[in-house]
């Protein structure tokens, strides 16, 4: 995510998305897929590619906000093996946000990057169900 001067945000692929029904550039018995550490899923990184849905991409998003709510991402550590062993084992942990006083919008978070992949929502539109359910229990100042 890349904020310009003119305070746009664009998000940018750096060449790492696939169409999930087209050929992979990664072998199947490669042992780590192409994954940006501290934001891939541990199915993503795994190379687990039948297990690899929209449910990584929401997994990332979890992650982009908490770090966007945190100020700093969970997962990231100057030893590789410590952030997947993390990635792999422990979900985002609770946060507490200003106006979220039922920690709805915590639990949605903590939810998304969830290290479990069958404990995120099966498809984006689910998650927006979710996240549109909860808007009403915030308190904005």
């Known amino acids: 995510i890349i904020l310009d001067d003119d305070d746009n945000f ?6 790492i998305a696939r169409h999930l029904d087209l050929e992979s550039i990664t072998k199947s018995d490669d042992p780590f897929g192409l994954f940006t ?22 997994f990332s ?7 966007l709510l945190r100020g700093q991402n969970f997962y ?12 792999e084992n422990i979900s985002l942990p609770p946060l ?12 949605f978070i903590s939810l998304l ?20 359910t909860l808007k009403e229990t915030l308190t904005l100042n």
């Open 76 to 87: 990231i550590d100057n030893d590789i093996f410590k952030v997947l062993r993390k990635l």
């Open 37 to 58: 550490v501290g934001y891939a899923s541990s199915e993503q990184f795994r190379n687990y590619k039948k297990d690899i849905d929209i449910r990584a991409d929401l």
């Open 113 to 132: 990057g969830d290290h479990r992949r069958n404990r995120r929502p099966n498809t984006a539109n689910e998650a927006k169900i979710v996240f549109d």
């Open 61 to 67: 998003i979890g992650v982009v906000c908490y770090e």
């Open 96 to 107: 507490r946000i200003e106006g979220d006083g039922q920690f709805q919008l915590s639990t």
């Open 10 to 15: 664009w998000l940018l692929d750096f060449g």
